[in-house]
């Protein structure tokens, strides 16, 4: 905990000082103001974040629902009669008929040619990743090629590879922008063996620090033998994933981190020729077309059917294909605008803050600029002789002027690992009695470093008060003591 007169926060916001605040970040920022319809669509679909004088900030956590989504799937499902899908009675066909409609939507959304590409509908981005792990043909001499950046649902498929003995490689990210090293990586895209089977896993942009990698690197690994998994979950919110130019042979989404609701519906995107490749580790009632249990044997139904385990989520389906025409109907091209401008000055501001010996109040985790990244700003804070404040305490007391942080290692180890200077020699002894070690015994092996940093993630609605009152915040802890 923190030392001093208060745990409090003394934040105080004054509209004249905004106001000159906000003139100052539109000259350097003029883009923002052709993002002004994002501000009116605030305050009439999004009105309850300030009526309840919230400031959000946790846009790779979740986006937020528009009224209007919510308004429009009730009435979809209090004028239909809805039954579970895949069977011949009207019930049953109607509801067939908004699941495949969504379907096709989803392709279109993202430009990907149906002959292309397939959708296969997930309960989340974890979900649509573990069909890749799991069915993906590895086996000796195969390889998985990783970024130390990646999420830990990108990062357990090195389990099924593993077990399989296939070899797994981490590609590093190298300080301070905590972007993947170009040689290492090189070097090991060109190791992939003909004829094997070789994926290479790496996100679109970092939940971590924002960092953006680029998506050149699908047709470089390809023309050299791999196939291809892109994470967009963090990336797909506020940047053109168009896939008509760009053709990774498999892409996860959480559809809530789009645009908030529903959860439970995520998807795959796989390209059919990669799909082929795939092979399914069991089967379940939804993927085939005939079973038999004194014959011992079934058939799998060919395509996007055979990796949809039971029923889908079928009744939220449809809320997909209304979150996606909304965001259309604002655009993706606005949002990202907006994104990158209030990135920018956030950044620009956190990096500014010092205490008053000069040293800086902030130490941030990815890029310093905005470009090749998106809307995560990940930051410690720091007293005036370098100690660190926990993020966790940090959030709480954001908690209590309102503003939602997140405070953790966000599922993504190796990014933290990089950046927070923890070694291989420091963790090892964490994981020589795994059984036994409980999160207390790991604080203790780690002695006086922390175990995450504090994110604030900008999205669809942020307005430039939100980031403001952040930094607002983030000044309270200017000359203070931490503990
Ligand atoms: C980059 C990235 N990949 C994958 C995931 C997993 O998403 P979900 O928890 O919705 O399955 C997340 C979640 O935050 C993420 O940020």
Same mark, same amino acid.
């Given at each position: 905990?923190?030392?001093?007169?208060?745990?409090?926060?003394?934040?105080?916001?004054?509209?004249?000082?905004?106001?000159?605040?906000?003139?100052?970040?539109?000259?350097?920022?003029?883009?923002?103001?052709?993002?002004? *319809?994002?501000?009116? +669509? #605030?305050?009439?679909?999004?009105?309850?974040?300030?009526?309840?004088?919230?400031?959000?900030?946790?846009?790779?956590?979740?986006?937020?629902?528009? &009224?209007?989504?919510?308004?429009?799937?009730?009435?979809? $499902?209090?004028?239909?009669?809805?039954?579970?899908?895949?069977?011949?009675?009207?019930?049953?066909?109607?509801?067939?008929? +908004?699941?495949?409609?969504?379907?096709?939507?989803?392709?279109?959304?993202?430009?990907?040619?149906?002959?292309?590409?397939?959708?296969?509908?997930?309960?989340?981005?974890?979900?649509?990743? *573990? =069909?890749?792990? &799991?069915?993906?043909?590895?086996?000796?001499?195969?390889?998985? =090629? =990783?970024?130390?950046?990646?999420?830990?649902?990108?990062?357990?498929?090195?389990?099924?590879?593993?077990? *399989?003995?296939?070899?797994?490689?981490?590609?590093?990210?190298?300080?301070?922008?905590?972007?993947?090293?170009?040689?290492?990586?090189?070097?090991? +895209?060109?190791?992939?063996?003909?004829?094997?089977?070789?994926?290479?896993?790496?996100?679109?942009?970092?939940?971590?620090?924002?960092?953006?990698?680029?998506?050149?690197?699908?047709?470089?690994?390809?023309?050299?033998?791999?196939?291809?998994?892109?994470?967009?979950?963090?990336?797909?919110?506020?940047?053109?994933?168009?896939?008509? #130019?760009?053709?990774?042979?498999?892409?996860?989404?959480?559809?809530? *981190?789009?645009?908030?609701?529903?959860?439970?519906?995520?998807? $795959? $995107?796989?390209?059919?020729?990669?799909?082929?490749?795939?092979?399914?580790?069991?089967?379940?009632?939804?993927?085939?077309?005939?079973?038999?249990?004194?014959?011992?044997?079934?058939?799998?139904?060919?395509?996007?059917?055979?990796? &949809?385990?039971?029923?889908?989520?079928? $009744?939220?389906?449809?809320?997909?294909?209304?979150?996606?025409?909304?965001?259309?109907?604002?655009?993706?091209?606005?949002?990202?605008? #907006?994104?990158?401008? +209030?990135?920018?000055?956030?950044?620009?501001?956190?990096?500014?803050?010092?205490?008053?010996?000069?040293?800086?109040?902030?130490?941030?985790?990815?890029?310093?600029?905005?470009?090749?990244?998106?809307?995560?700003?990940?930051?410690?804070?720091?007293?005036?002789?370098?100690?660190?404040?926990?993020?966790?305490?940090?959030?709480?007391?954001?908690?209590?002027?309102?503003?939602?942080?997140?405070?953790?290692?966000?599922?993504?180890?190796?990014?933290?690992?990089?950046?927070?200077?923890?070694?291989?020699?420091?963790?090892?002894?964490?994981?020589?009695?795994?059984?036994?070690?409980?999160?207390?015994?790991?604080?203790?092996?780690?002695?006086?470093?922390?175990?995450?940093?504090?994110?604030?993630?900008?999205?669809?609605?942020?307005?430039?008060?939100?980031?403001?009152?952040?930094?607002?915040?983030?000044?309270?802890?200017?000359?203070?003591?931490?503990?």
């Amino acid at each position: 905990m923190f030392t001093g007169t208060s745990t409090q926060t003394d934040l105080q916001v004054r509209p004249d000082q905004m106001g000159l605040a906000f003139q100052a970040f539109r000259r350097t920022y003029p883009a923002f103001d052709s993002t002004q *319809k994002l501000d009116e +669509l #605030r305050l009439a679909e999004y009105s309850r974040l300030d009526q309840q004088e919230h400031v959000y900030l946790d846009y790779t956590g979740g986006a937020l629902y528009a &009224e209007s989504q919510l308004r429009e799937h009730l009435a979809l $499902l209090n004028d239909g009669i809805f039954g579970n899908p895949h069977s011949k009675n009207l019930t049953s066909m109607a509801m067939t008929h +908004l699941v495949e409609q969504t379907r096709e939507y989803i392709l279109r959304y993202f430009n990907a040619s149906p002959d292309e590409y397939t959708v296969i509908f997930t309960p989340n981005a974890t979900g649509a990743l *573990k =069909l890749v792990g &799991e069915s993906y043909p590895f086996g000796p001499g195969d390889q998985y =090629l =990783l970024t130390f950046d990646n999420h830990n649902s990108v990062n357990g498929i090195r389990e099924f590879a593993r077990g *399989k003995g296939a070899r797994v490689t981490y590609v590093p990210v190298l300080l301070p922008d905590l972007r993947a090293d170009p040689d290492f990586l090189a070097q090991s +895209l060109a190791t992939a063996r003909p004829g094997r089977n070789n994926l290479f896993a790496y996100p679109a942009q970092s939940n971590f620090t924002g960092v953006q990698h680029p998506l050149e690197w699908i047709a470089e690994a390809q023309s050299k033998g791999w196939d291809v998994l892109l994470d967009a979950a963090a990336f797909a919110p506020s940047n053109r994933l168009d896939l008509s #130019r760009w053709h990774p042979d498999f892409v996860d989404i959480s559809f809530y *981190k789009i645009f908030g609701y529903p959860t439970g519906t995520g998807c $795959l $995107l796989a390209r059919k020729t990669a799909l082929q490749k795939l092979k399914r580790p069991w089967y379940s009632g939804g993927t085939l077309t005939f079973s038999s249990v004194v014959a011992f044997d079934h058939y799998l139904t060919p395509g996007s059917a055979s990796f &949809e385990d039971g029923t889908v989520n079928y $009744l939220s389906i449809p809320a997909v294909e209304i979150g996606l025409r909304w965001i259309e109907s604002i655009g993706i091209d606005m949002i990202h605008t #907006r994104v990158m401008c +209030l990135t920018g000055w956030l950044i620009d501001q956190l990096l500014a803050l010092r205490h008053s010996n000069g040293r800086p109040l902030i130490r941030l985790y990815g890029p310093a600029n905005i470009q090749a990244r998106g809307g995560t700003v990940q930051v410690n804070f720091f007293d005036p002789d370098g100690r660190l404040f926990d993020c966790n305490d940090v959030e709480r007391l954001a908690n209590e002027e309102r503003i939602s942080l997140r405070a953790g290692c966000h599922c993504n180890p190796g990014a933290r690992e990089v950046a927070l200077g923890f070694t291989e020699e420091t963790l090892a002894p964490c994981f020589r009695a795994k059984d036994r070690l409980t999160f207390e015994q790991f604080l203790h092996v780690i002695d006086g470093k922390t175990t995450g940093a504090l994110r604030a993630s900008i999205g669809l609605v942020t307005s430039f008060a939100d980031v403001y009152k952040y930094v607002q915040f983030a000044r309270t802890f200017i000359d203070r003591n931490a503990g």
